[in-house]
């Protein structure tokens, strides 16, 4: 373990003869090397050898059936079609500017939410969670319904406002380039950086802010040099990882841009994909263009989070009251929040339900509009109890396995000395540089490949494993930005009281990071439940997720079923994040005062109330986390 | 079995053969170009899951067939299905030579829908009128580079007398039509007003807005085609489950199973002895003596789809 736990105490340690110190120095680095080696290969198998897999096979000229013959051709026709720096220079014209509008957007509503006392602000974040665990593709629709330009309802309304004269379509219009960008901002840039955002605003010691504002500084202004500064290895990392989100969904782009002719670089793998016969090759090349993107912006967030402290956690007293915006301001903010809420959130979700009913989805103008038979016939669907049952097995085991390993990984690359952290976090990001699509048929070759294929194809503990290894990027930066955020003295404190490694964890960093640990389990759970893309290819009539379901409804066309399992699936998603949110911050809260941790090696026993999570600032000399 | 995502088969078929049987039929309900890509990999690690195919004829003919993936059917029906006066037309529906693929289904494809809020179905009597100035970019297509039917428009197009490549560019290209790729969201639209006209839409999609009273009309024009969609059944060269194979295989052909498919299916079965839907239009119904574009040829499937799809690619450019 010595390479992955820093030295405790080293200042405790009597100071041994050079020589001596050189040895031990040289037998520790050549065991940091050791098990940095053997993590870093572990980490290699799971992302690189399915993507080394798809490189390969992109390599692979012949025709189907033929024997292999390699050559660059793919990657020059793929270069060649001018569709292809087409669809790229869309997806940066819609990924930049909804990615730096979201991220704005994304950090006053979580520094409102976590830092101020704005009356209903945790209501307005359960409201965000819940417009991220929607479906996009039943997010779409719910936004066709509403912003069509010929029927939509919102449209429809605008209409009858006096002086507009006798418009047949819009004023607004969703089929457009603005159109794209909304529905991500509502539907998963804005909502995926408040979960993100908020337990790393909630984390963050007021102390500094405290300090800022004693010397006289305005609110804005110690918002702007102390609050935000400090949280920026968890900005840096929900603007990467919403970056991404936004280049990896293409049910957006798919149902939007098609009609405007508005090709990105996910649509544009999928119509490789779809062609007769299909471009593996040619998606492949494309496909592996952003993969030195990503590992360049892995590479530029190390170092822009390196040269700097980013401990917002310490052991150090702190008043953890939320900041007041004063008594009408706070009002007239949280009116500004809650309008925010009710357009971009109720308004797609009661059009997503309010079409779960409908006969045929936005056609309001039909004799009895309204019917439950859409409810009726997924009840009485009879894969729908199997995949309900696989859905949660995949979902609950997905989530313990990846939130212990990124827990792991993470706990590597930002508390270890292993020389190899820095080579675990570029791999850690690199399941995220390919679309699921061309992920799963990396992994299906993989799974097949390897001796233990009856084990891992087709059933659902191959799914389970595709789907850890496709959240990992997610996963691991989530609690990578967390774990930096908590001083390391802290456990190292117990440590030297006596406490053993895993008890020091336990009672002190764990309860820490709960927030952030429940947040990732609840990603990672929505990530499981919903992804199509990586187990399109993985998955059998006996593994079959709703997710699958999802897919066979709406690619068949019955986008009212597909609408109600939207909203299922929806719902079971918020209702597990309920849950955790709960468990987290009980937690935090389950502190027993009058419990002692166990002492070794003679140290005197000391009580640990201060070491807790939610122990008062009058009695503790650590910092608490807010709850 | 493998075969379409299509709600209404997934549910009804696998009942009908496990009441008829007892056994239990797995259902893989996936795109053709999904499950290829599924196959090829589990055979180049020897695995080999499914048993039988039933699918649409491009993934049928140039991935299933191209790679020998299918066997003969003549050696695992039966006598009595393969008794020719069974079948419409008097001959057993193979496709190929090998008498590896059988159409188990055959209708005529949607030509020409329009939006009647918009247009007056009158006005288009064949195809030609498409060419009218007033309609250029306000035209939806499914895309014809995509998998799917919207080809074998072209296809008819190029070997039509009076129509040929020029036609094509002029339809294609001169008439800047919108390109989709979903039929239902097309569907929608169409009714919608987004566009008056629509082409390449699918049967059931245009079938089920017309039933709910939307404002659409199919419209039929002087050239049309025949198609079996995804009704191509094939049997694996080695099945996992010979027997089960078999009797999977002989169910399909036979009036029972096939009536089972093509009333899940929503289409016109191939056998003499399988009354129509009821609900489905008449249009839909093939009518002896009357030409049709034989979308299923086994040299159209082959060489004519290419063709198609290299002309049109180079008129509109590739996707």
């Given at each position: 373990?010595?390479?992955?736990?820093?030295?405790?105490?080293?200042?405790?340690?009597?100071?041994?003869?050079?020589?001596?110190?050189?040895?031990?120095?040289?037998?520790?680095?050549?065991?940091?090397?050791?098990?940095?080696?053997?993590?870093?290969?572990?980490?290699?198998?799971?992302?690189?050898?399915?993507?080394?897999?798809?490189?390969?096979?992109?390599?692979?000229?012949?025709?189907?059936?033929?024997?292999?013959?390699?050559?660059?051709?793919?990657?020059?026709?793929?270069?060649?079609?001018?569709?292809?720096?087409?669809?790229?220079?869309?997806?940066?014209?819609?990924?930049?500017?909804?990615?730096?509008?979201?991220?704005?957007?994304?950090?006053?509503?979580?520094?409102?939410?976590?830092?101020?006392?704005?009356?209903?602000?945790?209501?307005?974040?359960?409201?965000?969670?819940?417009?991220?665990?929607?479906?996009?593709?039943?997010?779409?629709?719910?936004?066709?319904?509403?912003?069509?330009?010929?029927?939509?309802?919102?449209?429809?309304?605008?209409?009858?406002?006096?002086?507009?004269?006798?418009?047949?379509?819009?004023?607004?219009?969703?089929?457009?380039?603005?159109?794209?960008?909304?529905?991500?901002?509502?539907?998963?840039?804005?909502?995926?950086?408040?979960?993100?955002?908020?337990?790393?605003?909630?984390?963050?010691?007021?102390?500094?802010?405290?300090?800022?504002?004693?010397?006289?500084?305005?609110?804005?202004?110690?918002?702007?040099?102390?609050?935000?500064?400090?949280?920026?290895?968890?900005?840096?990392?929900?603007?990467?990882?919403?970056?991404?989100?936004?280049?990896?969904?293409?049910?957006?782009?798919?149902?939007?841009?098609?009609?405007?002719?508005?090709?990105?670089?996910?649509?544009?793998?999928?119509?490789?994909?779809?062609?007769?016969?299909?471009?593996?090759?040619?998606?492949?090349?494309?496909?592996?263009?952003?993969?030195?993107?990503?590992?360049?912006?892995?590479?530029?967030?190390?170092?822009?989070?390196?040269?700097?402290?980013?401990?917002?956690?310490?052991?150090?007293?702190?008043?953890?009251?939320?900041?007041?915006?004063?008594?009408?301001?706070?009002?007239?903010?949280?009116?500004?929040?809650?309008?925010?809420?009710?357009?971009?959130?109720?308004?797609?979700?009661?059009?997503?339900?309010?079409?779960?009913?409908?006969?045929?989805?936005?056609?309001?103008?039909?004799?009895?509009?309204?019917?439950?038979?859409?409810?009726?016939?997924?009840?009485?669907?009879?894969?729908?109890?199997?995949?309900?049952?696989?859905?949660?097995?995949?979902?609950?085991?997905?989530?313990?396995?990846?939130?212990?390993?990124?827990?792991?990984?993470?706990?590597?690359?930002?508390?270890?000395?292993?020389?190899?952290?820095?080579?675990?976090?570029?791999?850690?990001?690199?399941?995220?540089?390919?679309?699921?699509?061309?992920?799963?048929?990396?992994?299906?070759?993989?799974?097949?490949?390897?001796?233990?294929?009856?084990?891992?194809?087709?059933?659902?503990?191959?799914?389970?494993?595709?789907?850890?290894?496709?959240?990992?990027?997610?996963?691991?930066?989530?609690?990578?930005?967390?774990?930096?955020?908590?001083?390391?003295?802290?456990?190292?404190?117990?440590?030297?009281?006596?406490?053993?490694?895993?008890?020091?964890?336990?009672?002190?960093?764990?309860?820490?990071?709960?927030?952030?640990?429940?947040?990732?389990?609840?990603?990672?759970?929505?990530?499981?439940?919903?992804?199509?893309s990586t187990v399109v290819l993985l998955s059998s009539n006996?593994?079959?997720?709703?997710?699958?379901?999802?897919?066979?409804?709406?690619?068949?066309?019955?986008?009212?079923?597909?609408?109600?399992?939207?909203?299922?699936?929806?719902?079971?998603?918020?209702?597990?994040?309920?849950?955790?949110?709960?468990?987290?911050?009980?937690?935090?809260?389950?502190?027993?005062?009058?419990?002692?941790?166990?002492?070794?090696?003679?140290?005197?026993?000391?009580?640990?109330?201060?070491?807790?999570?939610?122990?008062?600032?009058?009695?503790?000399?650590?910092?608490?986390?807010?709850? | 079995?493998?075969?379409?995502?299509?709600?209404?088969?997934?549910?009804?078929?696998?009942?009908a053969f496990q009441q008829t049987y007892g056994t239990k039929?797995?259902?893989?309900?996936?795109?053709?170009?999904?499950?290829?890509?599924?196959?090829?990999?589990?055979?180049?690690?020897?695995?080999?899951?499914?048993?039988?195919?039933?699918?649409?004829?491009?993934?049928?003919?140039?991935?299933?067939?191209?790679?020998?993936?299918?066997?003969?059917?003549?050696?695992?029906?039966?006598?009595?299905?393969?008794?020719?006066?069974?079948?419409?037309?008097?001959?057993?529906?193979?496709?190929?030579?090998?008498?590896?693929?059988?159409?188990?289904?055959?209708?005529?494809?949607?030509?020409?829908?329009?939006?009647?809020?918009?247009?007056?179905?009158?006005?288009?009597?064949?195809?030609?009128?498409?060419?009218?100035?007033?309609?250029?970019?306000?035209?939806?297509?499914?895309?014809?580079?995509?998998?799917?039917?919207?080809?074998?428009?072209?296809?008819?197009?190029?070997?039509?007398?009076?129509?040929?490549?020029?036609?094509?560019?002029?339809?294609?290209?001169?008439?800047?039509?919108?390109?989709?790729?979903?039929?239902?969201?097309?569907?929608d639209d169409l009714a919608k007003g987004k566009y008056p006209?629509?082409?390449?839409?699918?049967?059931?999609?245009?079938?089920?807005?017309?039933?709910?009273?939307?404002?659409?009309?199919?419209?039929?024009?002087?050239?049309?085609?025949?198609?079996?969609?995804?009704?191509?059944?094939?049997?694996?060269?080695?099945?996992?489950?010979?027997?089960?194979?078999?009797?999977?295989?002989?169910?399909?052909?036979?009036?029972?199973?096939?009536?089972?498919?093509?009333?899940?299916?929503?289409?016109?079965?191939?056998?003499?002895?399988?009354?129509?839907?009821?609900?489905?239009?008449?249009?839909?119904?093939?009518?002896?003596?009357?030409?049709?574009?034989?979308?299923?040829?086994?040299?159209?499937?082959?060489?004519?789809?290419?063709?198609?799809?290299?002309?049109?690619?180079?008129?509109?450019?590739?996707?």
């Open positions: 373990m010595s390479g992955v736990l820093p030295p405790v105490a080293p200042d405790a340690v009597e100071p041994l003869p050079g020589p001596v110190r050189r040895l031990v120095k040289a037998r520790r680095s050549s065991g940091s090397r050791v098990t940095g080696t053997v993590v870093l290969l572990l980490v290699a198998a799971v992302t690189v050898v399915p993507i080394t897999l798809l490189l390969l096979n992109s390599l692979n000229v012949a025709d189907p059936g033929d024997p292999a013959a390699y050559g660059l051709d793919n990657w020059r026709q793929a270069f060649a079609n001018g569709a292809m720096w087409e669809s790229a220079w869309n997806t940066l014209r819609l990924g930049v500017p909804r990615v730096l509008l979201g991220m704005v957007i994304a950090t006053v509503i979580s520094w409102l939410i976590a830092r101020t006392d704005i009356p209903g602000g945790k209501v307005i974040e359960v409201f965000l969670w819940f417009s991220f665990f929607i479906p996009s593709l039943s997010m779409t629709l719910g936004w066709i319904l509403l912003l069509d330009p010929a029927n939509g309802v919102v449209n429809q309304v605008i209409r009858t406002v006096p002086g507009l004269g006798d418009i047949t379509q819009g004023p607004l219009n969703i089929y457009s380039y603005w159109g794209i960008i909304w529905t991500h901002l509502t539907a998963t840039t804005v909502p995926i950086m408040v979960i993100l955002l908020v337990p790393a605003f909630r984390r963050m010691s007021r102390s500094m802010e405290e300090a800022a504002q004693i010397s006289g500084a305005s609110r804005l202004r110690t918002l702007v040099s102390i609050t935000v500064p400090m949280m920026r290895p968890a900005i840096i990392a929900a603007t990467l990882l919403s970056f991404v989100y936004s280049l990896k969904t293409f049910e957006i782009e798919l149902l939007l841009g098609t009609p405007i002719g508005l090709n990105v670089y996910s649509t544009q793998i999928y119509n490789w994909l779809q062609s007769s016969p299909p471009q593996f090759g040619t998606a492949t090349a494309l496909g592996s263009v952003f993969i030195p993107i990503l590992i360049m912006l892995a590479i530029m967030q190390r170092f822009a989070v390196r040269s700097r402290s980013y401990v917002t956690v310490g052991a150090h007293t702190y008043n953890d009251e939320p900041i007041r915006l004063g008594r009408i301001r706070r009002w007239v903010i949280a009116g500004v929040l809650w309008l925010y809420a009710v357009i971009t959130v109720v308004l797609p979700l009661g059009a997503i339900v309010l079409g779960s009913f409908m006969r045929r989805f936005g056609f309001f103008q039909l004799t009895n509009p309204f019917t439950t038979e859409h409810w009726s016939a997924l009840f009485h669907d009879n894969l729908f109890a199997s995949s309900v049952r696989n859905t949660l097995v995949i979902g609950l085991i997905a989530t313990l396995v990846g939130v212990l390993v990124y827990f792991v990984i993470s706990f590597v690359i930002v508390r270890s000395e292993l020389p190899t952290r820095g080579g675990v976090d570029v791999m850690a990001w690199l399941p995220a540089a390919v679309p699921g699509m061309l992920l799963g048929l990396g992994l299906l070759w993989v799974y097949l490949g390897t001796p233990l294929r009856t084990v891992l194809y087709g059933n659902l503990f191959g799914l389970i494993i595709a789907l850890v290894i496709s959240h990992m990027a997610t996963g691991t930066q989530q609690l990578k930005a967390a774990i930096l955020q908590v001083s390391p003295d802290l456990d190292r404190a117990a440590r030297i009281c006596g406490a053993t490694p895993v008890r020091a964890y336990t009672y002190v960093l764990f309860p820490l990071l709960g927030p952030s640990v429940a947040a990732a389990g609840v990603l990672t759970f929505h990530s499981a439940v919903s992804d199509v006996d593994s079959r997720p709703l997710s699958i379901l999802l897919l066979e409804y709406s690619t068949s066309g019955v986008l009212e079923q597909a609408s109600v399992l939207g909203v299922l699936i929806s719902a079971l998603t918020v209702g597990v994040a309920l849950l955790s949110r709960a468990l987290g911050g009980r937690r935090l809260r389950a502190s027993k005062p009058g419990r002692r941790i166990r002492v070794t090696r003679g140290t005197p026993p000391s009580p640990l109330p201060a070491m807790k999570a939610g122990a008062s600032s009058e009695d503790s000399s650590l910092t608490r986390t807010g709850s | 079995m493998s075969g379409p995502p299509t709600d209404t088969v997934r549910q009804k078929l696998p009942q039929l797995d259902y893989i309900g996936t795109s053709g170009k999904d499950n290829a890509a599924r196959l090829q990999s589990e055979r180049q690690a020897g695995i080999y899951s499914q048993d039988v195919f039933v699918g649409g004829a491009d993934t049928m003919a140039n991935t299933y067939h191209a790679q020998n993936w299918i066997a003969p059917l003549t050696g695992v029906l039966t006598p009595a299905e393969l008794e020719t006066k069974a079948w419409r037309g008097g001959t057993v529906p193979f496709v190929d030579a090998d008498k590896s693929i059988l159409s188990i289904s055959r209708y005529v494809t949607v030509p020409i829908v329009v939006n009647t809020d918009q247009v007056d179905p009158k006005e288009i009597t064949t195809w030609k009128d498409l060419l009218d100035p007033k309609w250029k970019g306000k035209i939806a297509t499914i895309d014809p580079r995509s998998p799917g039917g919207a080809i074998y428009n072209v296809g008819m197009f190029q070997a039509a007398p009076g129509y040929g490549d020029d036609f094509v560019k002029r339809l294609y290209k001169d008439q800047s039509p919108v390109l989709i790729t979903d039929s239902r969201q097309g569907t006209i629509a082409l390449g839409l699918g049967q059931l999609d245009v079938d089920t807005a017309v039933d709910d009273g939307l404002p659409i009309q199919v419209v039929m024009p002087d050239l049309l085609q025949t198609t079996s969609g995804f009704g191509f059944l094939a049997v694996s060269d080695k099945p996992p489950h010979p027997n089960a194979a078999k009797l999977l295989a002989q169910w399909l052909a036979c009036p029972d199973g096939n009536k089972a498919w093509n009333d899940a299916y929503g289409s016109i079965s191939t056998r003499a002895d399988v009354e129509p839907p009821s609900d489905l239009p008449d249009w839909q119904v093939p009518q002896d003596g009357k030409d049709y574009f034989d979308a299923n040829s086994w040299e159209f499937l082959t060489k004519g789809v290419k063709d198609a799809t290299e002309l049109i690619k180079s008129l509109i450019g590739s996707n």
